[in-house]
Structure formats: C-alpha cells, structure tokens
C-alpha cells in the first residue's frame, strides 16, 4: 500500500494542558491513551482479586478470606477483567489506531468517543462501591454471584441495584464507542481506501463494533428484567409465575457469547498485523481471513446454549448447539492456518511484537482446542462448571485476548511516545510471562478433570498440588505485569527515538506519520492507491 | 471557534460529555440509593435534571455548530450513521423482552404443563396445572386477572400510531418542498397523535389495574405486557419530545429542505417506535 | 510452604506411586477419575478421542509453525517469499476440519442420546439441592408419598470447622480415606448396584447441579423445574460427588456420598429406614409435652446438623454479612409466633428457607426452643410441638 501524503504539524499542535486536556478531550489519540491506562488500572486491581483468589487455594482450608468474600473476588475478578480490563483495553487501541490506519483525522463522534469513555471511571465506581456499603468490608458485600450473575441466585443480593445500573452504565459506554468506530470506519477512510484494503484489525474491529451494538442491549435488557424481577414483583425467572429461571441464561448467554468473540476478534486483528511485518510478507488469505472472521461474527449468534448443556434442555437443543459450536472450528482453523501460512518462507525476525503474537498463536489455539472438547455435550456434561472450564477460558483470554493487547502495545508504542523501549526490559517481560501463564493455567486442566468444581472456595486434599502450581504461576505472572508498567513509563520518558516506519517491514498508513504520531493527523486525507 | 480539518469538522474540547455522565451517574446510583437503602429520591432527581441541562447544552452547541455552516456533507453521514445504529441498539434492547415473551410463551409453560423432558416437572410440582396463555403461572402469581382484549384501545391506538407515521412523512415533504405550514401542521399533528396514544395508553393501563387485575406482578403476562408495553410507552414519550422539539426549531426556521439532520433522525425513531408497536400490537394483544 | 507441608507432598507422591491404578482419592490425577456407570465410560472414550484428535491437530499446526520459525528466520538468511494465496490449501483446510468435526459429531450424538434416555428406572431418586444441602427421597412406584423414605444430607460440623480454622495439620488430621477432607456428610446416599436409577433433580432456592464425576453425571437443580438424569453403578463402594453450581456462599460445602450396596443391602437398609421413619413421625405428633432442657438439647443438634442453621447464621448465632445475628435478635427474642412463623415459611426472597418442608414438628420446636435460649437470648420459652402444628395452620 503506497500513499501520498500531506502532514501539517505544527499548525494544529496547540491543545489544552493539564487536567482539562484530559476531561474535555475530544482528540481520538488522548481518548485512546486514557481507555489503555483506564484498562491497565483495572488489569491490576482485576489482577490483585486474583492473586487473592489464588492465595486462598495455596492450600486447603481457609487461610485467608470467608466464603463470602472468596465469592466476592471470583465474581469481581470476572467482572473488572473483561469490562474493565480487555473491553476498554480494546477500545483504546481502536481509537488510537483505526482513524491513523484508515487515514481519518479523528473518530467520526469525537465528542461523544469523550463521554463514552467518561462513563466507565463513573460504572467502575459503581461496580465496586457496594464493596464498601455493609458493616464489614470482609463480610464480602460486594456482588458475590459470579461473573454471569445467574438468577435466582442474584436476586438474593442485597445491593442488586447498584450492579444492575453499573452494567448500564458500561454497556452506554461500550454502544457509543461500538457506534463510533463503525462510524469511523464506513464513513472516515481516505480516499482509495476501499472495504477490501483495510488492514485487518480495521477489518475485525468493524464486525466487533457490530457485535457490541446486537449484544450489549440485550445485556441491558437481562439486567433490566433481574432488576424488575427483584424490586418490581415482576416472574421472568419465577417458574411459580410462569417464567424460567433457565430464561436468564438464555438472555445472559445471547450476550455472553458474542461477548467473548468480542474480545478475541480485535486480537485477531492485531496478530494479523504483526505476523505480516515481522515475517516480512504479505498476509496470507486477506480476503479468507475477513470472511472468516464475518462467520465466527455469525456463528456466535448460535451457539450461546453450549454453556448450558447442563440446565436441563431438550435434546434436540443440545444437539443444535452441539454442531453449531464445533463449526466454528473451521473458520477460526482457517485463521490459524493464514498465520502459520503467513510465516511460511518468511524472513521472520522476533521482536517483542513477534513474540507476544506468536505465543498468542501457539496458546489461543491450545485455548480452542479445549473449546472444542466442551464442545461435545456428553463430555461436557463431565468439564462443566470445573477448571478445566476454567483452564479453557484463561488460555482464549490471558494468552489470546490480554497477549493480543500486549503484543499490540509492543508494536505501537513506539509510535506513540515517539521513543524505542528497552528491548531487555521486553524480553524479561514476555520470558517471565510465558513460562508463569503456562504454570498457572496448564495445571487447571488436571484439576478440572480431576473434578474441582469451580467457584470453589475450599476443595479436598487430592486437589492440592495442581492448585499450588497455579498459586505460584499466578504470582509470578502477576507481578511480571509491572515490568509492562515500568517499560511503557520508560518508554514515554524518552529513549532512542522512533522513525517514523519503526520496524523494517511494516506497512500501512500510521507508519507514515513520524513518531510520535502528531496530535492532529491526516488534516488532509491521504491518497491510498 | 470551529475547526476544520480537511472539511471535517471536529470540535473544541468540551465538558458537556463528563456533565453527562455525572449525570447519568447520580440518576442511575440515585436510583438504586432509592431502591436498595430506601434512601432520598433527591439524588435521582438531581442527576436527572443534569442529563436535562448537559442535553439543553450539548445539543444547543451541535445546532450552533450545525448552523453555522461547520458541518460538511461527511459529518452529516456520521451522525446518520450514528442515529441509524442507536437505533438497531434499541431493536436489540427490545428483542431482548420479546425473546423473553416468545420463550415463557413457547417454552416454559408448556413445560410446566408437562410438555417436552418436563414429564416429572409438572407431575410432581403442579400437577393441577394446565398449561395455557395468557397466565401467570402454577402459582397463580397475583391472582386472577382478566386479558387486555386486542380489539378495543389496542386497536385504536395501532390506527393513531400508523396515521403519525404517515403526518410525519407528510411534514418531511413539506420540509422537502420548503413548504413550511406543511411542515409545522403535520409535526404538531404528529406529537398531537403521539401524546394521544400515551394518554390512551395510561387510561389502558388504569383500567388493567383497577379492573382487570392485571399489574405488572401478574406473572408471566403481567410482566411481559407491562414491560413490553410499558418500554415502548416510554420511547413513545421520547420520540414525541424529539419531534416537539423539531417541531419547535422548525418554527424558529432552523431546517432547509437538504439540511435536516435533526428531523430525520426524530423521524426515524418515530417509525422504529411504530414498528415496535406492530410486534407488540400482533405477539402481545393479538395473538395472546 | 510449611515443613509439615513438605512432608505432606512427599507422603502424597509416594502414596500416588503406590496407588497408581487402584482409583484411590488421594492419587493425583491427571484425568478423570475412574467411570463406574456404562455413561461414564463412554464419556471416558468420547474424551478420550476428542483429546486425542486435538493432540494430532496440534501437532500438525505447531510442527508446521515452529519448523517456519527455526527455518524461515532472518538470521538464517531466509528471504521472504511471495506468495499470499492458495486455494487449493485453503479449500482443503476448510474441509478437512470440518470432516474431522463430522467424525466427533457422530459418536457425540450417540452417547448424548444414550444418556439422556432416562426410561425403565427401577429405582427413582429425587434430588433438591438447598443451600447448603441435598435432600433425598427414595420414590416409590405407586408415587405414594406416604411410603417415601427421604432425608437431608449435609456436611459435617467439624469439616467446616476445620476448613474455617484454615489450619492445614488439623485439616490433615481430620481427613481419613473412609473420611476424606470436605467429602463426609451426617447421612450418605445409599444406591443399589446393578440397578437403573432415576434421579429427578430439582431446586429449592437457587440453582445448583448434582455432579457425581464417577458416574459422568451433572444435572442442574432448577427452582421451580424437575430435570432427569440416570446411572447404573456397576461396582460396590463410595462415590463423591459435590455441588457444581454456585449457590452461594457455601457453594463448596455441600459435598455428595454415595454409598452403592448390593441389592440385598439396600433392600435391608430401606427397610430399617422405613422404621425409623415410622418412628420418627409418631414422635413428632404425638402430643407429648417436652421438658425445656430436653428440647434445648434436642435443637442444639439440629442447629448444627440436621438444620444446617450454623452455615448462615453462625455457630455462636452471630451471623455475618447478610445473615442476620441470632444472638439478641428481636424474633429470636420476641413473640414466639413471628419466630415460628420465620423458620416454619421462610423469608421469600433471602436465603431463609421454608423449614416447615424440611423439618417435622418435633425438631421445629426444638430448634426454635434452642435459638430461644442460646447465646444468651434466655426467653426461658419451651416451642412444643403442638404449638408447631398450630402454627403450620396459621394463614
Ligand atoms: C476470548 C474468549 C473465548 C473464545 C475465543 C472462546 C472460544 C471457544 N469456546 Fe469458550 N469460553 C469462554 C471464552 C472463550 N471461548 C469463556 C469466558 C467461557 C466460560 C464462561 C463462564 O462460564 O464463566 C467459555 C466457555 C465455553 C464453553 C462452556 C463450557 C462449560 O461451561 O461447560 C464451551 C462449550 O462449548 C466453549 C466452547 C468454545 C469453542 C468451541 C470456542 C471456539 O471458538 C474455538 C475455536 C478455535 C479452535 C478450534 C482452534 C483453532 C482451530 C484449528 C487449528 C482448526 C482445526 C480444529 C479442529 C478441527 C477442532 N467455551
Ligand atoms: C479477561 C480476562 C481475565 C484475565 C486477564 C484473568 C486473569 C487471571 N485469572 Fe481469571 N477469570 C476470568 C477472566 C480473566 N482472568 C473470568 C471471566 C473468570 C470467571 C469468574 C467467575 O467464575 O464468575 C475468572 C476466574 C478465575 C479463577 C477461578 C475462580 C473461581 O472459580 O473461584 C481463577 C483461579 O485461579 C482465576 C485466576 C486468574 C489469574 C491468576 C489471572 C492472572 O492472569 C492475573 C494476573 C495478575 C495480576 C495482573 C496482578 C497484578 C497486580 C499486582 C502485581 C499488584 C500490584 C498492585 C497495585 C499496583 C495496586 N481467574
Ligand atoms: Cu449448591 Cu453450589
Ligand atoms: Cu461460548
């Protein structure tokens, strides 16, 4: 992709400073810097939740926290991880991203890109201050019913509300910036620019931003009925009234599954641009890799019941959701082999990016194979709701969804602060973080078959020491996440500076721009042939 | 004060946004302050009244901007673009109740009745239960109710809305032929029909719960219909604002015939809202 | 980790070696632990070969990524190809996944149909799960309640105790192979082998699921719906099982024991059972008056056992968190009605249970005579029986 282009800084360079800069910002690049560091900030607290959760199984008995508590924890851990942490992570890296990738000189919205990410310092706050609202914060008032927050069992808490209105708050939040990009992205690119020449994260942010904008009100609409179920004598999952416990599930996971291609599709995306620059060859099957990722988009509209294979369903159903699930092996297969195929007879060279990328490649797809095996009902019957559940989930989202954010910070940082990183630093990072992700979350596997239930706040003896592999994984891995921190604190500080390409064989538009990309790009469009 | 970029407009930093979500904040947390500690309704109160001015502030910029002259024919695409999915997010929310409706409706009342793997459901936990629709369940939550036939209000309200619809394109071709009398007639006809059906609606609704028995705690029925009828009743009350206050600015003389954002988006939401009713006019009052 | 810790891997790892094989609980254990229903081993098999086949795809997607990697790199002097397209590759990795997910599909479809048959039982079991225990009923054929022999399984006293004090020696001490740590309950589930049984499962409160690993089965206990499930356990012995939905704050405390006999035992065992539960009835409604100490004595254990009471509401009455403090409590303390009216109906809405459903009038009265006069709250009330039954009729 060759490009003309016309760059005026300077000119557009004045912006406000201080703490105003920040609150009333309409500029999609300090939007972008503040959902990353918004995210970071819930990847540590979300973090510290489980390093408490993996603290307490060290060993049997209870060392450390009540039941309650622990509940308390696993929910809040789930909870400020995929809303706080990989969302807004996500987000981030699309505003600082799409407009420099698609040669648009901000986002479409710019003033409402400022009020969705506005709302989440404000949805945090509600989220978590019902931690604080009883007599002792140990007691664990905060929501304790798990991430998915099943009734009837929700209904029993006592500060329901509270929770209720911060998953609205996140979910405005999410559909603006869901609106925004999809706005961007049809109605923002430089001439030239067609459908079929956008890079892929562009490619999968788009059907991402169409996923958030089906699936998130129907969040808001599970919550509203939980809400009404609790204070407004209303039966959607009162089976004496005529409703169905086994409904909110149906509800939650027509959401919850979409959901998690949400956060894995854009770390598709990012994968599909690095392995190109540093295999130094085109990517393999562009035009397979988006139609793809169009029927993963599709499929996951399908396939939500294979969390349910336990509640009770017809068979016929099971069956269904059975064959609709393993059928996105094939596309994602497709995906999988693009990038193999991509670094065939490459010139590969492995910096930071490159390696975050690879190992998303290698570790996703042990994550999907796992997938598969849930897949297939009987089995499942045997994996539901124990850790190898849980082994599945961290692989597709630690070592997919996070490695991908990570590696995507790695590729464009330099671009962003305009200075290099310690390349010793990164490698400590990503060494560091392989081998302890793999200690943590390989284990699970055995637990899980072994039958450890999840949500467990105790477990028996014969659980021990898979659990204290996991418990000392966890934190290695954890506070190996700080040298990401002081990395990127360095890296912003100064450093060897960045040309304006940064790595040898990258190709788009944003490594048109110098480092760091000027506050205001491509005043004039640039010409995409 | 505008800047320009290319042709494309972006605008100065503004605190509009973060008054929004103070807002918001305080409406929403004021609200379950309300609902969980029994705590002042004042909270709520403030906050909505902040969504109230940051809207008076923010949309009364986007108008001076627009006015202006700032905005080219690419950000008029972005807010189509913008208002046209806000929309598909409002289907989305609303197929979450209908999902809800079809399911109890399809699924879990026959299978109270016994139906499908639910043999020993209804054996063992009510087996006096037949399964049938409209109900609220085994447990006859809220007692005995009578149906809202589709026939009377329902009806009459399906012909008040379809005829908005209807004064609503009349007054865009009036806006197109810059015929400004045709414009305000049928925008005020438009709100008119609209306030029409929510007093309709509430005098229905009145009549459910003094005389039906039929309230929002009527099991199955009673929660579907009111939140279904009930969510669409308040989008009603929306759009009709959105129109009066395009009806308003039109008065004042802010749209010409190929400028009319702001119109057309009030018009699209008033024909979603109308779309909405049918579903529910068929799936709620007429086939139950 | 402790010394005492170290010692306690060793012994583990050495006692792994020995009992390798054997299914022992305390081998550490790499798969599932060993099927013992016709279900569970060919959900074994299916597991098996899904996993099996994900290993082969494994091996030949990373073979080929790390061959790229060790051959394709730069510093090698590779130089980058040209190509980006093929499709002929990308048809045939289009088809052969989807093959290979035919081939999964089909041995899938027929153990999923073969264990969701639940027809010809000879023995039909229901199952609720109340938080934080298991009731069990033995149904008869003729659905006559009359004849149902049933009871409530909950984990013992000291286990919590022990897991509460989080000391791993008293732990340690505490778990025995007939009692293993968090897996022993006051009154087990006795099964015949060799028999087809029913388990209709069901919720009280929230959901939990019936899981019992050995016998590949796992079942949703819904509120307000009867979901089925079956096994034929082909070997004598003990099975554990636990609670696999969370239901709470004692989500991990409400373990399953099954004890499978033979025929001839349980037929033995349900008839002692059918006794005491004739026995127990009579006790209850008889119109016996109670002396105050008595009844005290009586609710101590049902407060701790039988009640579960402690889970929520403490062993000292002081509750926590959400559970409200017995200790001084205004309905503890005040008019008897509104307590017997409490613990008999419940709290709709909050974790308190309608014990009128799991209780007989004797133990009711004894439970509430005992939080009446417990910790202090010295009412000097004696609940009877009688007062009970009076208060079962009240609207
Ligand atoms: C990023 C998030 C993410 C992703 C991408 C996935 C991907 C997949 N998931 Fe996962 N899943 C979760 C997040 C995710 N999941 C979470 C959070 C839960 C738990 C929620 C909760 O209960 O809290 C969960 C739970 C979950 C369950 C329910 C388990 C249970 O509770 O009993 C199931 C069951 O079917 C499942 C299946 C799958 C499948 C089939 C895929 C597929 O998309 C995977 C496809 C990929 C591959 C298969 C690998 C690459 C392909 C090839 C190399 C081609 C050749 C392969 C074959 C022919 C097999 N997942
Ligand atoms: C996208 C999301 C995501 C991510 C990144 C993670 C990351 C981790 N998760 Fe988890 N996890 C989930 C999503 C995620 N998880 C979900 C959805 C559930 C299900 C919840 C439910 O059941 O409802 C779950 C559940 C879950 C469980 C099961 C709990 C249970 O069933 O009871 C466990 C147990 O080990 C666990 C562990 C971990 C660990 C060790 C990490 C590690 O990767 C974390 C790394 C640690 C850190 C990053 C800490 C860094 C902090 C410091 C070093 C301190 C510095 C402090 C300050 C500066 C203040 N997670
Ligand atoms: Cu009962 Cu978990
Ligand atoms: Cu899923």
Redesign the interface.
Known sequence: MSTTMTHDAGH?EE??TGI??W????NHKDIGTLYLWFSFTMFLIGGTFALVIRAELF??????V???FF?MMTTMHGLVMIFGAIMPGFVGLANWQIPLMVG???M?????N??SF??L??AA??LV?PMFM?A?FM???GP???WTF?A??S??Y?????F??AI??LG?SS?MG???I??TI???RAPGMTLMKMPLFVWTWLITAFLL??????L???V??LL?D???????F??????????FQ??FW?FGHPEVYIMILPAFGIVSQIIPTF????????S?MVYATASIAFLSFIVWAHHMF???M??AG??FF??AT??I??PT??K??NW???????????EPPMLWA?SF??LF??GG??G??LA????D??Y???YFVVAHFHYVLVTGALFGIIGAVYYWLPKWTGNMYSDKLAKWHFWLSLVSVNLTFFPMH?TG???M?R????????F???N?WSSVGAFIFGFSQLLLLILVIKCIRGGQKATSEVWEGAEGLEWTVPSPAPY?T????PEVK | MSESHGGYYLPQPSYWPLVGSVGLFLALGGFAHFLVDHGSPLWMISGFVILAIMMFGWFGTVIHESGSGAYNAQVDRSFRMGMAWFIFSEVMFFAAFFGALFYMRIFAEPWLGGASNNFFTHQWLYPDYVAHWPSNGPGTVGGKFGQMPAWGLPAINTLILLSSGVTVTWAHWGLKKNNRGQLILGLFMTVALGALFVGLQAFEYHHAYTELNLKLSTGAYGSTFFMLTGFHGLHVTIGAIMLLVVLLRSVKGHFSPHHHFAFEAAAWYWHFVDVVWLGLFIFVYWLA | MSVSNYKKTARRLLGAALLLGSGQALAERFNFQPPVTPVAHDIYGLHMMTFWICVAIAIVVFGAMFYSIFKHRKSQGAVAANFHENTKLEVLWTIVPFVILVVVAIPATKTLLYLENTSDAALTVKVTGIQWKWKYEYVDHDNNDANNVSFISTILPDQIAASSSGNSARIDKLNTPEHPYLLTVDHDLVLPINERIRFLVTGNDVIHSFFIPQFGIKKDAIPGYVNETWAEIQKPGVYYGQCAELCGKDHAFMPIVVRAVSKADFAAWMTKKKAEAVKAAEEASSNKVWKLADLIKKGNEIYHGKGGCFGCHGANGLGGGPFPALKGSKVATGPVAKHLHTVIFGVAGTPMQAFGKQLNNLELAAVITYERNAWGNNTGDAVQPKDVAAARKAP
């Not at chain 1, 009162?238 to 416990?245: E, R, T, V």
């Not at chain 1, 297939?376 to 089995?379: G, L, R």
């Open positions: 557009h912006h406000p105003k800069r609150l009333f910002t309409t060993e049997p008995g209870l060392q450390i009540n039941p309650q509940n648009a000189p901000d479409a919205l710019p003033r409402m400022n009020w506005w709302l310092p404000f706050t509600m201050a009883g002792h007691d664990g008032n304790w019913f798990g099943y009837p069992l209904l029993q006592n500060h329901l509300a509270y209720v209105f609205h708050l405005i559909i869901a609106i925004n999809i706005a049809l109605n923002m904008i089906a699936v998130m009100p129907v808001a609409g599970c509203t009925m009404t609790k204070y407004f004598g209303t039966s959607f009162n089976a004496a009234g005529g409703g169905d416990p086994v409904l149906h509800v027509f295999a130094r060859k085109k990517l393999f099957g562009y397979s336990t509640v009770g017809p068979v099971e069956l059975m064959y393993v059928l092996a094939v297969g497709v999988v082999f193999v195929a991509t670094m065939w007879r490459g010139s590969m060279t492995f690879i490649v290698f797809t042990i194979l796992s598969i095996m297939v009902v009987p089995a019957v045997q539901q709701d124990t055995f078959l072994a039958g239930p949500r467990y706040a105790d477990y028996p003896l014969e021990t020491r898979f204290q205001h491509f005043a004039i469009a």
